[in-house]
């Protein structure tokens, strides 16, 4: 429902209270509390989507700052390439 619906509840009920009689129209206090539980529901869609975000953003994060560790972690100079280990494998037989 939208703020301009509401406006012309609530003004209907202002008319409606300047009367001998303080009643509110018909289906108002209905369509009031729909919209509240319209509202409370997007309310928390919303939540949840923004908790589902923030998860999926730090999942990548540790994922990015994983890959990044591992990539630059201590090695030991004995440690060789594999490019290096094929290349030293072929030549060795070879004779030199």
């Not at 209905?30 to 999942?59: C, D, K």
């Amino acid at each position: 429902m939208k703020e301009d619906n509401l406006e012309y509840l609530f003004g209907a009920l202002r008319r409606t209270g300047s009367a001998d009689s303080p009643t509110a129209p018909a289906g108002y206090a209905e369509e009031v509390l729909r919209l509240h539980r319209h509202r409370v529901q997007e309310s928390r869609a919303f939540f949840r989507t923004s908790i589902l975000s923030i998860a999926t953003a730090f999942v990548i994060l540790g994922a990015i700052l994983g890959m990044n560790l591992e990539s630059t972690g201590p090695t030991g100079s004995e440690e060789q390439e594999p490019a290096d280990e094929i290349a030293y494998a072929l030549w060795d037989p070879a004779g030199n």
